[in-house]
């Protein structure tokens, strides 16, 4: 079946620190790829997204490349902030079926000053 | 543009009794999703309609069930609520098939 898997967190970083979430996926056909955050008492929001191999969707600072060969999706910052403290969901749709996300179990990232 | 509403923001009830969730979708979506986030377990699908049907259901009882409006709103409603119940229940709604999804702040269901 279609399934996502992510890092366990909390991930614990000083500010400026270069952060890697990774996130590894088993899906039939050309699934979507997607990173989600979660804010502290808000709602998810899209972060960013790839629809194909080798694409690399980015925002805010945040990067992450639809590797096919791995069946990954890890998600990199280079230099965190405290306002990035939040929850980062991976998630995949299916191409062919483009109806529910599945996201993987979610990782917690606290940043201290 | 507003976004996705939902409500309750928090809803309180013990086992056994009924809960109705209610969700607006941004307007022109025809698309609602529903998803449950439970700690521990990360987001579930629960229920997608589209144009007033239902489209697909994920791995959950039949007790819980919803419906979608003409105006596209949707209820989702629990029965005979248990105390694993208790989550975070998103609602999304997108433009029709392989739109974004656009997510709402969610209704925290407690079951005491």
């Known amino acids: 079946g279609n399934s996502v898997t992510q890092m366990e967190g909390p991930v614990t970083l000083s500010e400026e620190a270069f952060l890697t979430i990774n996130c590894t996926y088993t899906?039939?056909?050309?699934?979507?790829l997607f990173w989600y955050v979660q804010y502290p008492g808000e709602g998810l929001q899209l972060l960013l997204k790839a629809t194909k191999a080798d694409d690399k969707g980015s925002n805010k600072g945040f990067e992450a490349t639809y590797r096919k060969e791995t069946t990954s999706f890890h998600l990199e910052k280079g230099s965190v902030q405290v306002s990035d403290s939040a929850v980062y969901f991976c998630a995949l749709r299916r191409s062919y079926n483009t109806d529910k996300l599945i996201f993987g179990t979610g990782t917690r990232l606290q940043v201290f000053p | 543009e507003a976004g996705v509403t939902q409500s309750p923001t928090h809803l309180i009830k013990t086992r056994g009794q009924q809960a109705t969730l209610r969700c607006s979708p941004i307007?022109?979506?025809?698309?609602v999703y529903w998803y449950q986030q439970a700690l521990g377990l990360g987001l579930q699908f629960l229920l997608w309609?589209?144009?007033?049907?239902?489209?697909n259901r994920g791995n959950f009882p039949p007790r819980f069930s919803g419906r979608q409006f003409p105006n596209y709103s949707s209820e989702l409603n629990v029965n005979a609520l248990e105390l694993e119940d208790s989550a975070l229940y998103l609602c999304?709604?997108?433009?029709?098939?392989?739109?974004?999804?656009?997510f709402g702040p969610g209704t925290r269901l407690t079951v005491l």
């Open positions: 307007s022109g979506h025809t698309s």
């Open positions: 899906a039939t056909g050309y699934p979507s």
């Open positions: 309609y589209d144009e007033g049907e239902e489209r």
């Open positions: 999304a709604s997108s433009p029709g098939l392989a739109g974004r999804q656009f």
